[in-house]
Structures are given as structure tokens and as C-alpha cells.
């Protein structure tokens, strides 16, 4: 079992462009999350899905951010616009049902230049 | 509000030497804590929850619910050992958003 699969694991971005991180959970995984890791900070909470379905979407900022995970293929979290404030490392983890602890993967370092 | 407190940044001791990692937390109800810990170029793993009640790697970690804390003890540290670890909790009843600690870098000194 290759564990989740997020790719790529280094992304660099100029201002006003397009950022897409895909995430492939663990074979048998059903839920996905996306964490985000600020500098000096711990992971924080931004979106929970299932197959086809965002469940939660709390933690996400409300403009330029989406995500979905598809009947077929990875989880996508896209940011639209970047700004620099957005340089972060963006973690996925996924978990057999929403009771069971969450695996995760090595994450996606994004730069924004 | 909910938040979990690593005080330390980094812990540094000597091989052979007992350590605890400090985690402390707010919580209005009864949460589940876990440690997890990243080795140096490889991925959060999660190491211990505190319902298992395991030792995982000579690491144990008692929920103090009268002190809201989540220490991570190891009588004899290695040198493996030296990684980054994050303490984080999870509502009970399946809630899914980790929230999660800053982090302390254990460094075991040769």
C-alpha cells in the first residue's frame, strides 16, 4: 500500500496564477481531508470530503479556494489567484470512515513568487 | 475555543536520557488525542491515540483530563528518536478536523 499519494511536492507560483494540488488517498480510503501549514504553525483544518461530496468546507478561505475529490481520480484542491500569502505546505490525509485516525501524505510545498 | 499547546519548540537530550514531550489542550467535551511524529524527509505518522493505550516504539502518552494534557514520555531516548513531533485531538464521535499543535523537534545528542 503506497500510502496517499500527493503530488507534486513542490510547486512554485508567480502572483495571479493558477495552483492545483492532487492528493490520491489510500487504497480502500473514502474520506479525504486537506490541511494547511503555515510557517511556525500546526496543521489547520480546511476541507472534509467523500466521493463527489464536500462534507465540510469550514476551514477553507472563501474566495480563490476550492476542492473535490471525483468519482474518478485524485482529490483536487485548487487556489485561483495566488497571492503570496498563500506559500504554504498543503497536506492530505484520508481515513477509512470519519471515526478512524487519519493517514497523511508528505505534502505539497507551495511558493509563490 | 479549542486548542491544542505545545510549549517547546525544540527539546534537545542526551541519548540514553528519559524525555516528555509537553502537549496541553482546550476542549469543551471529551476529545480523542493523538501524537504523530515526522522523521526527517518522510511524512506525518501517526505514532500513538490515546484511546489504544499502546507503547509504540518505548513512547507512552497518558490522557490527564483533570490537567487537559497529552504528554509523550520515553524513559531512554535514542538517537532515532530525533524528529518532529505534533500533538493533536479530534472531538469524540468521529469528528473529523485534527486540530493540531505547533510541534516540538526532539534532537537526541549522541
Known amino acids: 500500500n503506497a500510502g496517499v499519494m500527493q503530488n507534486p511536492r513542490h510547486l512554485v507560483r508567480r502572483r495571479g496564477q493558477e495552483a492545483r494540488l492532487r492528493c490520491s488517498p489510500m487504497k480502500g480510503h473514502s474520506h479525504v481531508y486537506w490541511y494547511r501549514q503555515l510557517p511556525e504553525e500546526g496543521l489547520k483544518f480546511m476541507v472534509y470530503?467523500?466521493?463527489?461530496?464536500?462534507?465540510?468546507e469550514s476551514g477553507m478561505p472563501k474566495e480563490r479556494f476550492s476542492a473535490e475529490f471525483p468519482k474518478e481520480g485524485p482529490s483536487i484542491l485548487r487556489i485561483q489567484q495566488v497571492v503570496r500569502g498563500d506559500s504554504a505546505a498543503y497536506f492530505c490525509?484520508?481515513?477509512?470512515?470519519?471515526?478512524?485516525?487519519?493517514?497523511f501524505g508528505d505534502g505539497t510545498r507551495l511558493s509563490i513568487l | 475555543a479549542q486548542r491544542v499547546t505545545q510549549p517547546e519548540k525544540l527539546l534537545s537530550v542526551f541519548k540514553g536520557a528519559p524525555v516528555e514531550l509537553k502537549c496541553n489542550y482546550s476542549?469543551?467535551?471529551?476529545?480523542?488525542l493523538f501524537w504523530y511524529v515526522q522523521y526527517s524527509r518522510q511524512r506525518l505518522q501517526l505514532l500513538l491515540r490515546h484511546i489504544s493505550r499502546e507503547s509504540i516504539k518505548g513512547f507512552t502518552a497518558d490522557l490527564n483530563k483533570g490537567e487537559t494534557s497529552f504528554h509523550l514520555k520515553k524513559p531512554f531516548a535514542q538517537e532515532e528518536d530525533s524528529a518532529m513531533y505534533y500533538c493533536?485531538?479530534?472531538?469524540?464521535?468521529?469528528?473529523?478536523?485534527?486540530?493540531f499543535g505547533t510541534g516540538t523537534r526532539l534532537k537526541v545528542l549522541a
Open positions: 470530503l467523500q466521493k463527489e461530496n464536500i462534507i465540510d
Open positions: 493533536a485531538l479530534s472531538g469524540t464521535s468521529g469528528t473529523y478536523k485534527y486540530i
Open positions: 490525509a484520508s481515513s477509512v470512515d470519519r471515526v478512524q485516525p487519519q493517514h
Open positions: 476542549y469543551s467535551g471529551s476529545p480523542e
